[in-house]
């Protein structure tokens, strides 16, 4: 049997040094900045740490849309968001059940299931063209306005932080963070994808899942390492974010850029998969999120590695 090259391990390593570190960082510093605008936390991490966590995301999907193949941005992207989702709450899931207000995040979840339906209309005649990427901008800018607007709304009636933040130190932590956040994603598919393929592991299954999981490192740190420090509407915010900037900004700004062939036996498993994990995070009328919940995501994403592996196996045949 062969053996990994020692640098392949190296850099899985350090990939996880660098995340726990940046981890801490980023967190710190998305307290911070709450802190410091006096806004509630959920809407610092639907918003701003959403959006962060997903810029390897945006590049990717950016540069491809530039070259030509506005398809690895979408696939990118639409995998991603079930990694977030499936796998990542999946996870957090397995330390116990989280609290997520159904009042606070009525209109997320709500956009979060429309989104994967909207894309698959628009993907029904096999392309998604400029002003249907337009459209999906246009619905993202609208929920952003309305999120910051809330954010401003709860600023008027948030007393004072009782110790004062720096907004300088809170900025330098959580870009830190995310550098180290992103650097350690890299590190991680470089090395994964190494060990992968001395063992003889086929590069579609590695795109489908190491990659998945090394663009989604961000996200998954963030909330495992909240979900630990008690701060559960964090890692729920920035999951239904990430969600929406995924499927709504960087999906948009790929099919503004360059139209995208999407066959819907390419796209489907990700968007049934996607929808049923987004479904499966809805909490039930005690507000709760259980850990069968977590049990039940896991075994979507299974389902999800599994439906795009055969996929991608039929399609290379």
């Known amino acids: 049997m062969p053996s990994p090259a020692s640098g392949d391990l190296a850099a899985i390593g350090a990939a996880v040094v660098l995340a726990a570190v940046g981890g801490e960082a980023f967190l710190k510093g998305v307290l911070g900045i709450a802190g410091w605008l006096r806004v509630p936390k959920l809407i610092v991490a639907t918003t701003l740490a959403a959006i962060a966590t997903s810029s390897p995301e945006l590049a990717v999907s950016t540069i491809a ?17 079930v990694v977030n989702i499936a796998l990542i709450l999946g996870l957090a899931l397995l330390f116990g059940p989280i609290r997520a207000g159904r009042r606070e995040l009525g209109r997320d979840f709500g956009l979060a299931l429309a989104t994967p339906l909207l894309t698959l209309w628009f993907a029904a005649d096999g392309v998604l063209s400029a002003h249907e990427g337009g459209f999906l901008l246009v619905v993202f800018a609208v929920w952003l306005l309305v999120t910051l607007r809330a954010g401003a709304a709860a600023r008027d009636t948030a007393p004072p932080a009782a110790t004062p933040v720096r907004p300088l130190i809170a900025s330098v932590h959580g870009l830190c963070g995310l550098l180290a956040l992103v650097g350690a994603g890299r590190l991680f ?26 663009t989604s490192l961000p996200e998954l740190v963030t909330v495992l390492l909240a979900r630990v420090r008690g701060h559960d509407e964090i890692g729920i915010g920035t999951l239904l974010g990430s969600n929406l900037f995924n499927g709504l900004a960087i999906v948009g700004v790929a099919s503004s850029l360059h139209p995208i062939q999407a066959p819907l036996t390419e796209v489907a498993a990700a968007i049934v998969f996607g929808l049923a994990a987004v479904l499966l995070m809805v909490p039930n009328h005690a507000g709760m999120i259980t850990r069968s919940r977590g049990l039940a995501l896991l075994a979507t994403y299974l389902g999800f590695v599994l439906a795009t592996v055969a996929a991608g196996r039929g399609q290379f045949s």
């Open 65 to 81: 849309a530039l070259s030509g193949k506005p398809e690895i941005g979408l696939g990118d992207a639409l995998g991603s968001n």
């Open 189 to 214: 598919v470089s090395g994964a994808s190494g060990v992968g393929a001395t063992f003889g592991v086929d590069a579609y299954v590695i795109g489908a899942t190491v990659v998945a999981i090394g």
